[in-house]
T-cell receptor, first 114, second 114 residues
Framework: AQSVTQLDSQVPVFEEAPVELRCNYSSSVSVYLFWYVQYPNQGLQLLLKYLSGSTLVKGINGFEAEFNKSQTSFHLRKPSVHISDTAEYFCAVRSSGGYQKVTFGTGTKLQVIP | DAEITQSPRHKITETGRQVTLACHQTWNHNNMFWYRQDLGHGLRLIHYSYGVQDTNKGEVSDGYSVSRSNTEDLPLTLESAASSQTSVYFC?????????????FGSGTRLTVV
């Protein structure tokens, strides 16, 4: 079985400050990892993904994430946030091989303070 | 442009009534999914389909059903609505090589059961 843990339900940060949203996963096999963003009253959009290769993954809107296999983590970072980054962020994991389901974390609300 | 459309956006219904939520995609994706989003639970998979005439139960399928008669549509039916089914429902789709593209989500349907 696979699972995802997002320990922080809310993260307030001042505009232009850096931010890190934490994600830890568990799986007995190799995984694919994703971050999605949900703006108010909208569906989720894919922000970035890790499939294989380089452990540092760059996504849209200046976000990046680093896959750390030993710590089973996939934390999302941005060096300088904008007001427009205020949204809810979901980490997701999918085990490799065949038709596997995606498991989503419970989400982290990023509140950017002017 | 291709899109995935959910209707209605908002729905209020009474306990015990049958309700159907529509999902229509023009991406020509084989794989379609229904999730519900609840505070503290993230997104949980209700039902999914890998193609016409194929349907499968997810982790929270009790009280829900789906049918897939064509590629474009996967309607979700609540057989007898219960207050516990008050939630935001998201439809998603993806092509066969889904790990490379992630999901495409609709904008959601907010269902209130009174």
């Amino acid at each position: 079985a696979q699972s995802v843990t997002q320990l922080d339900s809310q993260v307030p940060v001042f505009e232009e400050a850096p931010v890190e949203l934490r994600c830890n996963y568990s799986s007995s096999v190799s995984v694919y990892l994703f971050w999605y963003v949900q703006y108010p009253n909208q569906g989720l959009q894919l922000l970035l993904k890790y499939l294989s290769g380089s452990t540092l993954v760059k996504g849209i809107n200046g976000f990046e994430a680093e896959f750390n296999k030993s710590q089973t983590s996939f934390h999302l970072r941005k060096p300088s946030v904008h007001i427009s980054d205020t949204a809810e962020y979901f980490c997701a994991v999918r085990s490799s091989g065949g038709y596997q389901k995606v498991t989503f974390g419970t989400g982290t609300k990023l509140q950017v303070i002017p | 442009d291709a899109e995935i459309t959910q209707s209605p956006r908002h729905k209020i219904t009474e306990t015990g009534r049958q309700v159907t939520l529509a999902c229509h995609q023009t991406w020509n994706h084989n794989n379609m999914f229904w999730y519900r989003q609840d505070l503290g639970h993230g997104l949980r998979l209700i039902h999914y389909s890998y193609g016409v005439q194929d349907t499968n139960k997810g982790e929270v399928s009790d009280g829900y059903s789906v049918s897939r008669s064509n590629t474009e549509d996967l309607p979700l039916t609540l057989e007898s609505a219960a207050s516990s089914q008050t939630s935001v429902y998201f439809c998603a789709s993806t092509c066969g090589v889904w790990e490379y593209y992630g999901y495409t989500f609709g904008s959601g349907t907010r269902l209130t059961v009174v």
